[in-house]
């Protein structure tokens, strides 16, 4: 025969459950809101040592750092557009890896050079053939598109691809709505309006690399290819996001540097990328200057001055400047 508690009894055992989970309800609120302060005053140092860097500089900073639990953690003109300059050959590699996997190219596929009929511009490609026509794979065009940043090999890509306009298409239909890509390297090197008009934001920077490496947007083998070329950029920029870190840290990213017009304005010195950590998490950190009036040397200084902060924040040490 069941046995029948008293009614009284039940009543008792709820209010006694009920009065104990509001206890430990209010007790993990209380817990998150001390985190989430914690994290905001964290934030606040870091912004503050960033416009520490940038205080008294002439020229138009934007910042973007993702934090490895993917967070977008902070942002300082976030949202302002920015010539990219050579950024964008990031988005041109994606495009062409994309291709390859739509079985529209190959990374195997040979094409001749005619060295005289190259333009004469920063080209490692082209000096690398002195005084002789050559050949090579699609792959290393690639490579010295963006490892080298080789201007020949980028409008040589876009023009094989069907244009700049089909690369911003596609990074559109990847959710990157704030990037405009609508000219080549030979069109920006004849027209101001050019440069300014291949823009991005900050966030937006910061987004597309989140995408491609996270999302995985590229099958394992091109998403690996790109990666390693985007490592291999720190052979020739040594400085920027590379500048202050350690020695061995690993830094997958993709610079742009503007020519000085009028004899001291300059539109672009950037850099976007994945810092690796020493416990191995990563974080992405994109840091654009425009319309910068300083030297060569303290632009990248901002950049570098700002990836030492943000590395300081994760690593758990004050970012700030006492």
């Known amino acids: 025969m069941r046995r029948q508690f008293p009614r009284f009894c039940n009543l008792r055992a709820n209010q006694i459950f009920l009065s104990t989970m509001n206890r430990i309800l209010l007790f993990f609120l209380l817990l998150t809101a001390g985190l989430s302060v914690t994290a905001q005053t964290d934030t606040s140092s870091l912004a503050t040592a960033i416009r520490q860097v940038i205080a008294g500089k002439s020229a138009h900073v934007g910042v973007a750092i993702t934090a490895p639990d993917g967070r977008e953690l902070l942002t300082i003109n976030g949202k302002d557009h ?13 495009y062409v890896l994309h291709k390859v996997e739509a079985g529209e190219l190959s990374l195997d596929h040979v ?36 490892s080298k940043s080789d201007n020949n090999g980028c409008d040589f890509l876009f023009q094989l691809i069907g244009g700049p306009e089909k690369v911003n298409s596609y990074i559109h239909s990847l959710g990157i709505l704030d990037i405009q890509i609508a000219s ?14 291949n823009w991005v934001t900050p966030s937006a920077a910061n987004r597309l690399l989140q995408v491609v490496f996270e999302k995985h947007v590229l099958a394992p083998d091109n998403e690996k290819l790109l990666w390693s070329m985007m490592l291999m950029t720190n052979v020739t920029i040594k400085d920027r996001l590379c500048g202050p870190l350690p020695a061995g840290t690993v830094v997958a990213h993709k610079t742009g540097t503007g020519a000085t017009y009028e004899g001291h304005l300059n539109p672009a010195i950037n850099d976007i990328g994945w810092i690796v950590l020493p416990d191995g998490r990563r974080f992405i950190l994109s840091v654009l200057v425009t319309d910068t009036r300083e030297e060569d040397a303290v632009n990248a200084r901002i950049i570098a001055e700002i990836a030492k902060a943000a590395w300081d924040y994760f690593n758990g040490a004050s970012p700030v400047k006492q």
Request: proline share 5%; net charge positive.
């Open 82 to 94: 920015y010539p990219m300059m050579s950024v964008f050959k990031f988005p041109l590699a994606v």
């Open 184 to 197: 080549v390297e030979g069109q920006m090197a004849k027209s101001k309006e050019a440069v300014y008009g």
């Open 111 to 146: 094409y001749a050079f005619r060295r005289a009929s190259l333009a004469v511009t920063f080209s490692p490609m082209r000096d690398d053939h002195k005084g002789k026509d050559f050949k090579l794979i699609l792959r290393e065009i690639l490579a010295y598109t963006v």
